[in-house]
C-alpha cells in the first residue's frame, strides 16, 4: 500500500501513531479545562475569567487570563452575575399599609413581647404555593403557619391564629407586617 501511495513505510507508521497519541497542547488543555470547571464550580459559577485567573494563579497554577477565558469558551461556561439583594415592595398600590411598629428593632427580652410574620412562596411539583409564617423574635421559633396556592388575607390570618393559639393569647404583643392592625385586633377578640 505504501508503494502505491508512494509512501515511505517509517512515514505511514509515524503518521499512524501520531493519530492515537494525544499532543502535548491537547494534554495542557485537557489538564486546564479540568482544573479551571474544578475552580469554576468552587466559586458556584460566579467568577469569570480575570477572578478565575487570581484563584488559580494564587493555588500555583501558571494560567493567563487568556488560557482561562478561552477553557472556559471551550466548555461553555459562562459566569452568573451576582445581584444585590432588593427587597419586594409594593407600596405604590394605592392601598392602606399599616405602619411599622417595631422600627427594625427585632430584639425582645422575653417570650411574647414581639412577634414577626410574613409571607413567602414555594415552587412545588403541583405549583405555587403561599406560606405565612410567624416567628417570635425573642426565641426566633416559628410559632404558626399557614400554606395556601393563593395569597389571601385568610392565609396570614389563619398563621397568626395558631401563633395565638399555641401560645395561650400573649398579654401585651407587638405585631410587624402582612397583617393590618384590625385583622390582627379582630382574631385577638375572636381567640
Keep these: 500500500m505504501?508503494?502505491?501511495l508512494r509512501v515511505a513505510r517509517s512515514g505511514w507508521y509515524t503518521w499512524c501513531q501520531r493519530r492515537?497519541?494525544?499532543?502535548?497542547r491537547?494534554?495542557?488543555r485537557q489538564h486546564c479545562d479540568s482544573v479551571?470547571?474544578?475552580?469554576?464550580?468552587?466559586?458556584?459559577q460566579r467568577y469569570g475569567a480575570p477572578r478565575l485567573t487570581d484563584e488559580l494563579r494564587a493555588q500555583g497554577y501558571p494560567f493567563n487570563v487568556k488560557t482561562?477565558?478561552?477553557?472556559?469558551r471551550r466548555q461553555g461556561l459562562r459566569a452568573k452575575a451576582s445581584r444585590k439583594f432588593s427587597p419586594v415592595s409594593y407600596r405604590a398600590h394605592g392601598l392602606p399599609v399599616s405602619e411599622n411598629?417595631?422600627?427594625q428593632d427585632f430584639?425582645?427580652?422575653?417570650?411574647?413581647?414581639k412577634w414577626a410574620g410574613d409571607i413567602t412562596y414555594l415552587r412545588t411539583d403541583e405549583g405555587w404555593l403561599y406560606l405565612a409564617v410567624v416567628i417570635d423574635l425573642w426565641s426566633r421559633a416559628v410559632i404558626g403557619w399557614s400554606m395556601s396556592p393563593r395569597m389571601t388575607a385568610q392565609l396570614?390570618?389563619?398563621a397568626l391564629q395558631m401563633a395565638l393559639w399555641r401560645r395561650k393569647r400573649p398579654g401585651t404583643l407587638s405585631f410587624t407586617r402582612t397583617v393590618e392592625a384590625s385583622t390582627v385586633q379582630q382574631i385577638i377578640r375572636r381567640n
Design 2 to 4: 505504501c508503494r502505491v
Design 20 to 24: 492515537t497519541r494525544i499532543s502535548t
Design 26 to 28: 491537547q494534554q495542557f
Design 36 to 44: 479551571v470547571l474544578a475552580a469554576f464550580t468552587r466559586s458556584k
Design 68 to 72: 482561562v477565558a478561552a477553557s472556559l
Design 101 to 103: 411598629l417595631l422600627e
Design 107 to 113: 430584639y425582645a427580652s422575653g417570650p411574647n413581647q
Design 156 to 158: 396570614a390570618c389563619d
